[in-house]
């Protein structure tokens, strides 16, 4: 059933037949010292510079060189609204309504005001879970919360685990798992697609067990906006947070994306962190001493934005409207299953996917351990212009995304990945 075939001009075919090739020249691609571009396989870490981002900045610095202050209604890109066009674009990449999304902070800034208004714990009811394995600054941010309530995280904090042999989590036993002890648990909190081994989670199913068991969930979409078809709203999801840096490509620590369902609009008495940005607008400036929050994710804004971040995201989010997330993940799922082919085709001894195999359940990352060794395979792949990254323990994350990366750039990588891994596992394909 090989939809595939490890051959050049195949390959060249491939790249021909790409709607969405012509993305590829929007952005700048690394150069390595011989001149050559780089093959960037890191979209999962830090997105590559799209080329409009540069005036797109200047826009901004002139704007504030010739107008000061007057900028914030006469710019080109007025400041004062500026975030309302932004969350128009990222609601289209994650699936929510204009006013369930708001841009602001940093992703693990978010998720702790999410949690001040969505973690409500009870001496019942106080246990949060998550996905074992999470990635640091999750665990990190949730155990502060439990224990900023005076819970234990020892016994709060609740990890779902593969079952033994296995990396990634099985959906039946997710789901087994919230029916069983839902009913102690305030929150769920699970990333949507897992930074380690790239599984995406059916997020619709957990948000359905959680909330049968009058859970809150809630998502961090670091590796899933962008990445992975989402329709927060019609899945009916609390919140979700995520940064902008990684598949979002608007720059290193860029603005971060957080949503909050319809359903939350207007829920004012939920307790919240304040600031002046998410007080009303229609008399925000009258400097009044009572807070009245926003209606919809507006009402969690605290400071006024960073506008050159805005301007940025702006420029990036712009080509994914222009892409779609449709045709985006066709792409993805296309380019991803060619990498995965390759690989297998390639035979190597100790070499384990830990990503699933279904498209249903991976967005475009694959994650390769080796029996032994992995770590100077990397540093080989490193020393030949591959752009991927290394996990500890022993994990080689390869991220092909759909918007700059082509057949071409996996077709190079298996190759260079192949004569790595040296001897006996050399490709059987001819390249
Ligand atoms: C990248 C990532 C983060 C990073 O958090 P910042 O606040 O943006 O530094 C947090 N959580 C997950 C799951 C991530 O993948």
Redesign the pocket.
Known sequence: MTRYKADANYVRRLDGEDKLARFRKQFHIPKMKSGDDCIYLCGN?LGLQPRGVEAALKQELDDWKNLGVEGHFHAKHPWLPYHEPLAQLAAGVVGATPSEVVMMN??????HLMMVSFYRPTPERHKILIEGN?????RYAVESQIRYHGFDPKTALLELKPREGEATLRMDDVETFIEKEGSGIALILI?GVH?YTGQFYDLARITKAGHKRGCVVGF?L??AAGNVPLELHDWDVDFACW?S??YLNSGP?AI?GCFVHERHAKSFGLPRFAGWWGHDKSVRFKMGPDFHPMEGADGWQLSNPPILSFAASRASLELFREAGMDRLREKSEKLTGFLEFLLKEMRVPGLQILTPSKPSERGCQLSLTMAEGGKRVFDVLTSTGIICDWREPDCIRVAPVPLYNSFADVFSFARIFGAAVGGSAKPKVAM
């Open positions: 870490s940093g992703l693990t800034v978010n998720l999470c990635f640091p600054s999750d990333g930074y961090d670091a590796h940064c840096y990684k620590g971060a």
